[in-house]
């Protein structure tokens, strides 16, 4: 759907056109599901022990579609397609906020008000804005990308281990044939380099990436 | 690992964001592939951790749609009816104004009433009827003659001016249907229509709206999965049903 489309859809649906809001909401859902899964399982620690992640996911999905329609929709209202952000992301980063902003209060459940004010949206809105964040998680994007273009094999399979797996020491050791201390270094080299990737590309994200010099190899 | 982890915070956002590529996004939104989907439900086998992710991300489906609507508009307060104030306002004007006013009124008047809401009584295609509602797919083949019947809850006015239509949908994919529409005297629409003959097989969604004559909505607006509940404005109310195409038996 382009631009075009999604802003008149939009309008339909907050004109009270059910047909328009029904299909705004079959679009946006799988959005704000994905983002509320995403934000959720990284900060799996933070959510209360025994708590059905499924059902979380449901629940915060239906209190961010509220929160986006509520007080006369202001959330939703303030998207616009000429800032160039697109509908999914801007409702992606309002989802993402409103997940931390849930785990963070370490409430089991939210009452009405929380839900329909949106106001801590409002306020981190105007910390960054919605345009900043996605640029970010573009550059990390971009980030993970460079990563692994300039590991070797060896080095992208420690980072798969240790950080897409998310495995323990000793099934890392296990799994890679290396010692502890190998291992160990090589979180210190994937560190540091991870690090350098990123302050390259924030100190120059347009111009041409040089090509990589002591890069873990 | 014995290190302070805060010391990874990059390296684990790069892992987060590497371990849940856009496949999880198409599962949520029942887009993967068949090769897609099998790796993911094997991936959900290996561990509690990706089981958990797996059912995170698994579609919500179209009771939880119709739900959110329905919540939405339950939040969102309606205004009053613009009708009575327009009335009230037409006493104090005089002259062209209160003229226009009244011909304004008077076209409002004599709009067709709103309809009442429709349900599906009975359909029939195929070898098999359905009566009332199911929850398990219609199962019927290309080429099948189908036959559906619409009841209103209430009594409906204006019953002369009332038209239906049929469609069916399947993701991206749209089928109007060439049907016969006969009303009765207290609105009841029964339509007769049958399956394109190279409808692929697979599950479809048939969707039938009664509605005035000239108002009915572009089916391409309708959504391409079932509604528990049917849609509804003013001169129209869609109703859907999930459908199985199987093939042509020989």
């Known amino acids: 759907m382009g631009a075009e489309d999604t802003v008149g859809l939009v309008g339909e649906a907050l004109a009270g056109d059910q047909l328009a809001l029904t299909r705004l909401v079959a679009i946006l859902t799988p959005v704000v599901q994905a983002r509320v899964a995403r934000t959720l399982l990284a900060r799996r620690p933070w959510l209360a022990g025994g708590r059905d992640i499924r059902q979380e996911v449901e629940d915060l999905t239906q209190e961010i579609f509220l929160a986006l329609f509520s007080r006369s929709a202001h959330v939703l209202r303030s998207w616009q397609a000429e800032r160039g952000l697109s509908l999914e992301n801007f409702v992606g980063l309002v989802s993402e906020r409103h997940v931390v902003s849930f785990l963070r209060s370490g409430k089991r459940t939210r009452s009405k008000e929380d839900l329909a004010t949106g106001e801590e949206l409002e306020a981190t809105a105007a910390e960054s804005g919605p345009e900043e964040e996605a640029a970010s998680r573009e550059q990390l994007q971009l980030l993970l990308e460079r990563l692994r273009q300039s590991l070797s094999p060896l080095g992208r399979q420690v980072f798969e281990l240790l950080f897409v797996q998310e495995l323990s020491l000793p099934e890392a050791m296990a799994a890679s044939g290396l010692s502890a201390d190998a291992v160990y270094a090589w979180r210190s080299r994937l560190r540091r380099h991870a690090r350098e990737l990123l302050a390259e590309l924030s100190s120059s994200s347009s111009a041409p990436r040089k090509p990589e010099e002591g890069a873990p190899g | ?250």
């Open chain 2, 1 to 250: 690992m014995s290190e302070d982890p805060n010391e990874d915070v990059l390296l684990r956002k790069l892992g987060h964001l590497a371990r849940f590529d856009d496949r999880w996004d198409r599962l949520a939104a029942g887009t993967l592939s068949e090769e897609e989907a099998a790796e993911l439900r094997a991936l959900a086998e290996t561990s509690a951790e990706a089981r958990e992710a797996y059912e995170a991300f698994r579609p919500l489906g179209a009771e939880f749609h119709d739900a959110v609507v329905r919540k939405i508009q339950e939040s969102v307060v309606t205004p009053p009816a613009k009708l009575l104030r327009f009335r009230r306002r037409v006493l104090r004007l005089a002259g062209w104004g209160a003229v226009a006013a009244a011909a304004a009124a008077l076209v409002v008047l004599l709009r067709p009433p709103t309809l009442p809401g429709y349900s599906l009584a009975e359909i029939s295609g195929g070898s098999r009827a359905t009566r009332g509602e199911t929850t398990e797919p219609v199962v019927w083949a290309p080429g099948d003659r189908f036959q559906a019947t619409l009841r209103p809850q209430t009594e409906v006015k204006q019953t002369e001016s009332l038209d239906a239509q049929a469609s069916l949908h399947r993701g991206h994919e749209l089928r109007r249907l060439r049907v016969r529409t006969q009303v009765d005297e207290r609105g009841a629409v029964r339509l007769d229509g049958s399956l394109d003959r190279d409808l692929p097989p697979g599950d479809w969604t048939l969707w039938v709206v009664v509605g005035r004559r000239g108002a009915l909505p572009d089916p391409a607006g309708l959504p391409s999965t079932a509604s528990a509940a049917p849609l509804r404005a003013r001169n129209w109310v869609a109703v859907s049903l999930a459908l199985r195409i199987h093939p042509e038996p020989p």
